[in-house]
């Protein structure tokens, strides 16, 4: 196996105080805003009941990731990383005390609840390329890979524990429920205040069409991190069968709401637990074939569950989804960050940030609108049949990926003077 189960003590993360506050801070600020909307949804629900405006909580935290991607990546190669993320957690922060405020003392609707999420929305589409940026200054590049899937079962964590927390929460109110969330921002906050990250003094640019659409550039001419990028959008775009649960929980399996909850779980617990033990793994061969192989797993138990029938068959093939995504998600997230000069690595991560927003809504609607075509079970299979026709194909455009051994190419040096060029 490419792979070692003991690492050095030398290797350890957590002799690395900058990212183990760094991970304290993502993990506090993810269950914050896990259990925020959780109770946003709730309180405009029973404010309107009507369900399109459940669709607009959506839609404005939708266009901002989208369209503020591209300056926010522009910005995270300009300036300090730390103090972009710093600022963003404080006006993220201010809104959710706000929300906390004015629903304690019953002064706010729904139009105040959607301009204080847009607003969220807005200082998150800022703070993630800087935060993305951050993870390859905080730990070595041989132990990226792990930090990642460290990052991975914090994020998986809050996806399974947040809401219920705050569904929990809830009970006493919509204003506790964002007490709790800005406390944890808050925490956020100051774990990023007092963390020490180095970074280059940045070359200042101005923002520019040229200089904004770097990022993109770079991408077209890096092969790899171009079929990495790809592959991912066109996986996602084609793997959305779980966009499908509540059909399948009902009409298939003829389960109840606790079938579904136990369906929408299972992807999250396998994601979660793969993140532990790639978190004590090191991937040290093969690790172009080992990303084809986990996104084929993908779209083989995409198959699986689409043409089951028991629960407990759907609740494996879901977990094992998960976890093939997983490890798909930590070498591709890994190989992009390692084969990305620091000075480019802000709009690398916007431009990736674009694709990974668009392909998860996009695959939502394109597995929905093949549902009312060929049903819920014809749009699964054929979701997990084209990822494994995107796997093959792919595998012949991008040789070079599918032979690549390590995640770390030298020299990072080179590619930096490349791209000082091409700016």
Same mark, same amino acid.
Not at 103 to 113: K, M, P, S, W
Not at 279 to 308: P, Q
Not at 371 to 378: I, K, N, Q, T, Y
Not at 383 to 388: E, F, V
């Given at each position: 196996?490419?792979?070692?189960?003991?690492?050095?003590?030398?290797?350890?993360?957590?002799?690395?105080?900058? +990212?183990?506050?760094?991970?304290?801070?993502?993990?506090?600020?993810?269950? #914050?805003?896990?259990?925020?909307?959780?109770?946003?949804?709730?309180?405009?629900?029973?404010?309107?009941?009507?369900?399109?405006?459940?669709?607009?909580?959506?839609?404005?935290?939708?266009?901002?990731?989208?369209?503020?991607?591209?300056?926010?990546?522009?910005?995270?190669?300009?300036?300090?990383?730390?103090?972009?993320?710093?600022?963003?957690?404080?006006?993220?922060?201010?809104?959710?005390?706000?929300?906390?405020?004015?629903?304690?003392?019953?002064?706010?609707?729904?139009?105040?609840?959607?301009?204080?999420?847009?607003?969220?929305?807005?200082?998150?589409?800022?703070?993630?390329?800087?935060?993305?940026?951050?993870?390859?200054?905080?730990?070595?590049?041989?132990?990226?890979?792990?930090?990642?899937?460290?990052?991975?079962?914090?994020?998986?964590?809050?996806?399974?524990?947040?809401?219920?927390?705050?569904?929990?929460?809830?009970?006493?109110?919509?204003?506790?429920? +964002?007490?709790?969330?800005?406390?944890?921002?808050?925490?956020?906050?100051?774990?990023?205040?007092?963390?020490? +990250?180095?970074?280059?003094?940045?070359?200042?640019?101005?923002?520019?069409?040229?200089?904004?659409?770097?990022?993109?550039?770079?991408?077209?001419?890096?092969?790899?991190?171009?079929?990495?990028?790809?592959?991912?959008?066109?996986?996602?775009?084609?793997? #959305?069968? @779980?966009?499908?649960?509540?059909?399948?929980?009902?009409?298939?399996?003829?389960?109840?709401?606790?079938?579904?909850?136990?369906?929408?779980?299972?992807?999250?617990?396998?994601?979660?637990?793969?993140?532990?033990?790639?978190?004590?793994?090191?991937?040290?061969?093969?690790?172009?074939?080992?990303?084809?192989?986990?996104?084929?797993?993908?779209?083989?138990?995409?198959?699986?569950?689409?043409?089951?029938?028991?629960?407990?068959?759907?609740?494996?093939?879901?977990?094992?989804?998960?976890?093939?995504?997983?490890?798909?998600?930590?070498?591709?997230?890994?190989?992009?960050?390692?084969?990305?000069?620091?000075?480019?690595?802000?709009?690398?991560?916007?431009?990736?940030?674009?694709?990974?927003?668009?392909?998860?809504?996009?695959?939502?609607?394109?597995?929905?609108?093949?549902?009312?075509?060929?049903?819920?079970?014809?749009?699964?299979?054929?979701?997990?049949?084209? @990822?494994?026709?995107?796997?093959?194909?792919?595998?012949?455009?991008?040789?070079?990926?599918?032979?690549?051994?390590?995640?770390?190419?030298?020299?990072?040096?080179?590619?930096?003077?490349?791209?000082?060029?091409?700016?």
């Amino acid at each position: 196996m490419p792979i070692s189960s003991k690492p050095a003590p030398a290797d350890s993360l957590f002799q690395h105080r900058a +990212y183990i506050a760094f991970w304290c801070a993502r993990t506090a600020s993810s269950f #914050g805003f896990q259990m925020l909307s959780v109770a946003v949804g709730w309180q405009i629900y029973a404010m309107t009941g009507r369900a399109f405006d459940l669709g607009l909580i959506g839609l404005v935290q939708f266009f901002p990731s989208v369209l503020l991607a591209l300056p926010a990546g522009h910005i995270a190669d300009q300036f300090d990383r730390r103090r972009v993320v710093l600022i963003g957690q404080i006006v993220e922060w201010i809104a959710i005390v706000s929300l906390a405020t004015l629903t304690l003392l019953h002064a706010i609707d729904e139009v105040g609840i959607l301009a204080l999420i847009f607003t969220i929305s807005v200082a998150k589409a800022f703070e993630s390329p800087s935060m993305q940026s951050m993870v390859p200054a905080l730990v070595p590049p041989s132990l990226l890979p792990r930090a990642m899937a460290v990052n991975g079962s914090a994020m998986q964590a809050a996806m399974i524990m947040g809401p219920a927390l705050g569904g929990l929460l809830y009970v006493a109110g919509p204003g506790v429920v +964002y007490a709790v969330s800005a406390v944890l921002y808050l925490i956020a906050a100051a774990m990023v205040a007092q963390l020490r +990250y180095e970074q280059a003094p940045p070359r200042r640019e101005p923002a520019t069409v040229k200089t904004l659409f770097a990022g993109v550039h770079f991408i077209r001419e890096r092969k790899d991190i171009l079929g990495v990028i790809s592959l991912d959008l066109f996986a996602v775009l084609l793997g #959305g069968a @779980t966009a499908l649960l509540p059909i399948f929980a009902k009409d298939i399996l003829h389960t109840g709401p606790w079938g579904l909850g136990l369906l929408r779980a299972a992807p999250a617990v396998g994601a979660l637990l793969m993140s532990f033990w790639l978190a004590r793994h090191s991937m040290e061969r093969r690790v172009g074939k080992i990303m084809f192989a986990s996104v084929a797993g993908f779209g083989v138990a995409t198959l699986v569950f689409a043409l089951s029938k028991i629960l407990w068959l759907s609740l494996i093939a879901l977990f094992a989804l998960g976890a093939f995504d997983m490890v798909s998600m930590v070498i591709r997230g890994s190989l992009v960050q390692l084969d990305t000069p620091d000075a480019m690595r802000g709009r690398v991560s916007a431009v990736n940030s674009i694709f990974i927003n668009t392909s998860n809504q996009l695959g939502e609607f394109e597995s929905g609108m093949l549902a009312a075509w060929l049903g819920a079970v014809g749009s699964a299979v054929v979701g997990g049949i084209g @990822t494994l026709v995107v796997v093959g194909l792919w595998m012949l455009m991008f040789p070079g990926l599918r032979r690549r051994q390590r995640l770390h190419l030298e020299p990072v040096a080179e590619e930096k003077d490349a791209s000082a060029q091409t700016l």
